[in-house]
Structures are given as C-alpha cells and as structure tokens.
C-alpha cells in the first residue's frame, strides 16, 4: 500500500512539475531557414521514421553525454539499445556535468553532423538552443508514428516551447537527502527523518561534525552549485529564480554561511580550488549528509555494485521549513533531443524513442534511475533492487507532495544562471556580504529582463 502511494506520488508529481512549465519569451524562428537545418528539418518530416532495422551496414550515430563513467543513467540505455540493433554503434561524446553546457554550445555552433542525439542537462539550455535552431523539431516525427504521448503524464506537451516539440522526457529527478547510516550508528544519533526542518538539519549537521584535519567528518556537504542554497529559498513554491527582488533568499545563504564559518560543511573555496566532486566526499565516508538528487541513488547503487563502498546508507525526504509541511521537493526533467544539423534523423528518432520508452523505464529502473514515465513497476523495481537501502522509510523518502522545478523554463534562464553562479561564488567566499550580493544579483536580473 505504502509503494501504491509513492507512485501516484510519483504521478501527481510529474504533473505538478509540468504545470510549472510555461512557454515563455519571444517566438523561435521557423525551423529549416537556412542551412543545415533546413536539410535536417526536410530529411525528419518527410523520411519514414522506420528505425535502425532497415540498413544492412553499420550506422554510427553520437550521442552526448555528462559525467557518464560515475552513473549508469546514459550507458545502460546505450548498451541495451545496441543489443537490439547490432547494426548501430553508438559513439558517446562524454563531458563533465560542469563543462557540458559550454562544450555542447561550441559543438552545436559549428553546425556539424555529430553530435546526432543531445541528453539536455536542463531545460533553459534547450530553450537556448530552439531560439539558435540548433534542435530538430520532433512534431512530424511524433505524428508519422501515432507515437503515443500519454505515458509521461502530460509533460512531453508541456516541453512545448512556440507550439514544436523539441524533446521528449527522458529523466525525472528530485532532492532527497542522502546519509551515512554506519557514521550516524557509530555516533548514537537517530537517522534523518522524513518530516524533518531546515532548522533541525542544521543542528543535525551540528551533532554529526567531528575529527579534525585529514580525519574530520563533516555532519553534510554542500556541493558547489548554487542550487544547494536557492533550491530550499523555492521549495516552498512561492518564489523562482526569477524575481524582480531577490531579498527572499537572504536567510538561506545566513544558514549556508553559517554552516561552512562553524565548519559544519567543508569550504566552498577549497571545493572550489580542488575541483572536488560531491560524489567522491559521499563515498569517502567524509560527510555524514548530503542534500543531492535521485540520481544519485544510481550511482550508489553502482558504487556498490563495482565494489567501491561498503558502508550502509539510506536516504530521507528533503528537510522542510517550519512553515510548510514535508514532502515539498524541488527537482527537474532531463529531456533528450535531436540535433537540428544531424544527418541522420530517422535513426536519432529511432534512439530517441527508444531512450524514452517503457522498456528503457524498466531498464534504468534496475539502475535505480526514475525516468520521465512515472510507471508503478518501474518504481517497484527500483525498491526492489538489491543495492537499494533496505528499510521502509527509504521508499518513503521518495513520496513528495509538491514539486518545484530548480529554475523556470525562462528563455533566459541560462544568462540569469549565470548571474546567480558569480553572485553564489562571491557571497560564498565572503567577497560579498549577503545583502550586497542580493542587491547585485537583483539589479543584474532586472537588466537581463528589461524591468529597469
């Protein structure tokens, strides 16, 4: 009964997330104006979409990726894709979770054929991306197909942007809080609960800090994004990251700031400086708690699996402020797409399809990855799994109440990203005091929208 509810969760969640979503900002030029994409565009709208089956030699296509050694959310899905068409090879084009925005705009500004398919990191890069033409629209391709959109709950029509369909959703991932239950045991403290505040993570955080130097243990770990602070100033749903006034997220970087003085959460500089990976912190037993996404359970599970860990861990709801109630969760859908300057469009729809299917569901599912088809025997199977933390309060963690995405589908969300890294760097080093750097990132805001 309890996993019954996890999933309408789960359902009502995807939903929720693409209420969220509107088709913001200035109309995208038509698609195939001008070079390559117009030789794509042609070849995707008037080509039978018939998949890899139907050419006897080997077909290459590339497909880019992101962090894809240390997860198992690109490769399981490649692997099997190529079980089934021994005819296609499938050439990753892999880039580090930070560098792959930039480096897929260069790829893409250059107009070539590879890469074929594109896994969007997040939603504002693929507005960019429609506005530059530099994404096939998959409209015709859907209908040519009688391709049935229903399974991901409404949200492949909210991915909508200018009335195209550039994508379909992929991943679907939300915050959870990840802990160390062997270093909770050895303390003698309770693990994080389910319905737990900001208020009592911080003084958890507090209880879980111990050793010095090279042994210290810290009580959780803020990865460097700014997201690990303005993510809880949205979780509520009453704010995005794009405001005309910004002074709502004052006393979350308070809290962030006062957790990295009292040396509760390693430094932002030396993060930073040493270029560490939350991932590594998390396995190395050298934080305690951990606010990350559920993709991360993937890459435990794989950890596990490969023999890297060994210690127990399990995972609890996000913390909540006082004022709302558990199970408000912030999170995103990882979209896939097709390159508007491939020369191979049919089998990108074909991969793209597949990517995106029930069976690829099932088949991440094992990995412990939650995809955009919120299926029940997906979520069983990933309860289920071996590597999974045992104990019914772990899938509990997982049912949500709400859900907020990270950042709105804004046509200028990336420039305004931007803006909130520079201004989270220099608060968090102390460059800035707080309310300087809220002063800031509201008039810099307000320039990139025009409000001045």
Excluded at 13 to 30: F, I, S
Excluded at 31 to 58: D, I
Excluded at 318 to 329: E, F, L, N, R, V
Excluded at 343 to 353: E, N
């Amino acid at each position: 009964m309890r996993k019954r509810r996890v999933i309408a969760a789960l359902a009502a969640g995807a939903m929720v997330c693409t209420a969220l979503v509107g088709c913001q900002g200035k109309p995208a030029q038509e698609q195939g104006s001008q070079g390559e994409s117009t030789k794509a565009a042609e070849a995707g709208s008037g080509q039978s979409s018939g998949g890899a089956g139907e050419s006897e030699e080997k077909q290459v296509l590339s497909v880019t990726t992101w962090d894809n050694d240390s997860s198992p959310q690109f490769q399981a899905v490649i692997d099997a894709y190529e079980a089934e068409n021994p005819n296609v090879e499938i050439k990753v084009i892999d880039t580090s979770a930070d560098e792959y925005n930039n480096s897929l705009g260069i790829s893409l500004s250059a107009a070539q054929p590879d890469p074929d398919v594109i896994w969007v990191k997040d939603m504002g890069s693929m507005l960019q991306m429609a506005d530059k033409e530099q994404l096939l629209p998959i409209d015709d391709f859907i209908a040519k197909d009688n391709f049935d959109l229903s399974i991901y709950k409404g949200a492949a029509e909210q991915l909508m942007y200018n009335g195209k369909i550039y994508s379909l959703p992929y991943r679907n991932d939300w915050y959870v809080l990840y802990y160390n239950k062997d270093l909770f045991d050895a303390a003698g403290v309770e693990y994080p609960s389910n319905d737990m505040t900001w208020e009592e993570y911080y003084d958890l955080a507090a209880k879980m800090t111990s050793g010095e130097g090279s042994s210290k243990v810290y009580g959780s770990h803020n990865h460097t994004w700014q997201a690990l602070v303005t993510n809880w100033a949205v979780q509520d749903g009453k704010n995005t990251v794009v405001e005309k006034d910004y002074g709502f997220m004052k006393s979350w970087y308070e809290e962030a700031l006062a957790l990295q003085d009292n040396g509760y959460i390693q430094d932002y500089s030396t993060l930073k400086t040493a270029n560490i990976h939350y991932s590594s912190v998390f396995k190395n037993q050298q934080c305690a708690m951990m606010p990350m996404g559920t993709w991360f359970i993937a890459t435990m599970m794989q950890s596990q699996e490969e023999g890297e860990t060994d210690f127990n861990w399990g995972i609890a709801a996000i913390p909540h402020s006082k004022d709302t109630k558990a199970g408000y969760t912030v999170g995103a859908l990882t979209p896939i797409a097709i390159s508007a300057f491939t020369d191979q469009p049919d089998l990108s729809w074909d991969f793209v399809k597949f990517a995106s299917s029930e069976k690829a569901a099932e088949i991440l599912a094992k990995q412990g990855v939650f995809t955009g088809i919120p299926s029940e025997a997906a979520f069983q199977t990933i309860a289920a799994a071996e590597r999974f933390p045992e104990g019914e309060s772990n899938v509990e963690a997982l049912n949500y109440t709400h859900y907020s995405f990270d950042r709105p589908l804004d046509p200028q969300i990336e420039e305004i990203r931007t803006v909130l890294d520079e201004v989270h760097e220099m608060i968090m080093i102390h460059s800035y005091g707080v309310d300087e750097g809220i002063a800031e990132l509201t008039e810099r805001v307000a320039e990139i929208k025009g409000w001045n």
